[in-house]
C-alpha cells in the first residue's frame, strides 16, 4: 500500500528577504503539511537546503524548529540551517549516507520509534540570525503517513522495557510504564507525541554557540544557559538532573574556530568525571567530530571546475553517555587562548526521558 512509502511531509522554500532577527512561521497549508481526518503520521528525518550567495558565501538560517498539530518542538529539536553548521543537509550530499534521523519509524520499540508523530498537521518556524537573509532556502520532512485503520497491523502494541542500560558506566534507569495498543486514538500518546504519560521519551537534537569568549588558561567552558553561556535555553547544554530526569547522549559535533584558531578539546563531564579521560582532540587540523560542511568535492562540467558541496551528519559517540539523577554538561577547552564569542558551535543529539509532568 501506498501509505508504506517513504514520502514527503512538509516543502517549504522561502524566497525573498528575510530580515535578520525574525521568524518566518508558514502554515501548514503553505508547506503542504495537512493530513486527511483518518490519517496519522511520523517524522524520520529532515532536509535543509541551506541559503548561499552566487559565490557560495553563506547567510544566516540560525533555527529550524518543526511544529507539530500547532505546538512548538523547540525543547527537543532545534537545527541549524546555516551552511557551514547544517544539523540536517541534503539527504544527497551525506559523506558516507550517515543520516541522522529522529528515530526508526514502524517501530514497536519505545526507545527507537521516537520519530515525531502527528494526527493533523506538520510545519516549522526559521529563524534568521545577525544579518538578512537574500537567497532561497528550503526545508523537507520526510516520514510515513498510515490510515487509522492500518496502525495496529504496522505497530502493535508498544511495549515498554524495565529499564536501559548504559554500557559506558554500568548504570541502569528503571522504566515502569504500561503497554500501549497502537491506534489512531493513542497515536500522539506514543514516544515522539504531544500527549505522553510518564515517562514521556522524545529525541533530543540541539546546537549552541559560545555567547561567551573562552578563559584563555584552558579551563572548562560549559553551554549553560543560566550563567548566560548560550544565547537561549534550547542551546543549553548543561543537564542538572534529578531522579526524575535523564538524557541518554548519543552523539556529540563541533565546528572550531578556524584555522588559526585556539579550540583544543572537548567532551563530556558527568558527575564530576569526564568522558572520555582526556576529552578528544578538536582542532581545525584534527576534528573527528566535525559536522557540517566539508571541504567541497571539485569536478569538471563543460570544461570548468565546479564545486560539490558534502556534509558530516553529527558524529555517533562510541557509547552513548546517561546523564541521570547528576549534573552532565558538554564542555570545550582552548589551548592556552582564548576562542572568541561565537568561535565555535556544538551539536548534542540522544533521547530524551522525563518522569514527572
Known sequence: MEHYELRVLADYTHTGVQVANTWVRPSPRDVVGELERDERAEVVFAEIFPPVTAGWAEEPLRKVIPVLDGQRYSEYVSLSGTWSSVMAPPKRSIWGAKLFSFGTPMNSNPLLSTTLKYNEHITFECLAGNANINNDYRVRLWGYVYKVDELPTVFGTMNFPAYLTERAR???????????????????????????????????????????????????????????????????????????????????????????????????????????????????????????????????????????????????????????????????????????INGVIVALTGIRIEMHG
Open 170 to 340: 554500568a548504570r541502569t534507569l528503571t522504566l515502569s510504564k504500561a503497554p500501549i495498543p497502537v491506534n489512531g486514538t493513542t497515536w500522539k500518546t506514543l514516544p515522539g507525541g504531544k500527549d505522553q504519560a510518564i515517562p514521556k521519551i522524545n529525541p533530543l537534537v540541539r546546537f549552541a554557540y559560545n555567547l561567551l569568549a573562552t578563559d584563555g588558561i584552558q579551563g572548562d567552558y560549559q553551554f549553560r544557559y543560566d550563567t548566560r553561556n548560550v544565547a537561549d535555553a534550547d542551546e543549553n547544554m548543561y543537564f542538572d538532573f534529578d531522579s526524575l530526569d535523564a538524557l541518554l547522549i548519543e552523539s556529540i559535533g563541533i565546528i572550531p574556530d578556524g584555522f588559526a584558531g585556539n579550540l583544543a578539546q572537548t567532551g563530556l563531564l558527568i558527575a564530576g568525571d569526564y568522558h572520555p579521560k582526556g576529552l578528544i582532540p578538536t582542532t581545525w587540523a584534527d576534528n573527528p567530530l566535525h559536522f557540517g560542511l566539508v571541504y567541497p568535492y571539485i569536478h569538471i562540467e563543460a570544461g570548468a571546475p565546479q564545486e560539490m558541496p558534502f556534509y558530516y551528519t553529527i558524529p555517533r559517540l562510541d557509547k552513548p553517555y546517561l546523564v541521570w539523577g547528576e549534573k552532565g554538561m558538554v564542555v570545550i577547552r582552548d589551548n592556552g587562548a582564548a576562542v572568541a
